[in-house]
């Protein structure tokens, strides 16, 4: 199995300045055929399902705030909040769809400082 | 857009078997380019996918090695839903049990949830 490793697993920023979340892969997720990488982002509020936020590594999903913005290749990857708000407290996941089972990281927190 | 909507009981004894059901609207379960997911949230585990079902052509299914053997997801073609069937849980299969689409192909993401059952399993 593909193993995701988030980091931190928690991080306190302060409103308008940016987060960083960062996903290791234990193995590459790019598909050198097609020159993708099978990663994709999700937000997870209290008490809600996970929300698709990015796919292909960096791709927004329609109605994403383009705050919100994914790079990386291979086994390293990043998520980037360019300017936190308040609705972006929540906690975040990777996820692998590179090879089954499908994976995900552990979660990073994001909490206002 | 797709709605997932899920329904089963919340508490189930242990060495029993555990039913959940997602109804679909907004897409068919025997759509070609779509595939039926089941994933699961616990503290101790994370998120973690169980399986899948989609059909091209004829109907496939695949578990993950976690749960192989003890799992099923169906469809009801005749409702526009399916299931997922856990066999012998114990109280560490006590997780937020959610459904979810992913597209054909390579698009293996989840682009739409239905909205969790916290299933406990206790005597």
């Known amino acids: 199995d593909i193993v995701m490793t988030q980091s931190p697993d928690s991080l306190a920023v302060s409103l308008g300045e940016r987060a960083t979340i960062n996903c290791k892969s234990s193995q590459t997720v790019l598909y050198t055929s097609n020159n993708k990488n099978y990663l994709a982002w999700y937000q997870q509020k209290p008490g809600q399902p996970p929300k698709l936020l990015i796919y292909w590594a960096s791709i927004r999903e329609s109605g994403v705030p383009d705050r919100f913005n994914g790079s990386g290749s291979g086994t390293d990857f990043t998520l980037t909040i360019s300017s936190l708000q308040a609705e972006d407290v929540a906690v975040y996941y990777c996820q692998q769809y590179y090879s089954t089972p499908w994976t995900f990281g552990q979660g990073t927190r994001v909490e206002i400082k | 857009q797709v709605q997932l909507q899920q329904s089963g009981p919340g508490l189930v004894k242990p060495s029993q078997t555990l039913s959940l059901t997602c109804a679909i609207s907004g897409d068919s379960v025997s759509s070609n380019s779509a595939a039926w997911n089941w994933i699961r949230q616990s503290p101790s585990r994370g998120l973690e996918w169980l399986g899948r079902?989609?059909?091209?052509?004829?109907?496939?299914?695949d578990y993950a090695v976690s749960v192989k053997g003890r799992i099923t997801i169906n469809p009801d073609t005749s409702k526009n839903q399916f299931s997922l069937q856990l066999n012998s849980v114990t109280p560490e299969d006590t997780a937020v049990y959610y459904c979810?689409?992913?597209?054909?192909?390579?698009?293996?993401?989840?682009?739409?949830w239905g909205q969790g059952t916290l299933v406990t399993v206790s005597s």
């Open positions: 079902t989609y059909y091209r052509s004829k109907w496939y299914s």
């Open positions: 979810a689409i992913s597209r054909d192909g390579s698009r293996q993401y989840f682009q739409y």
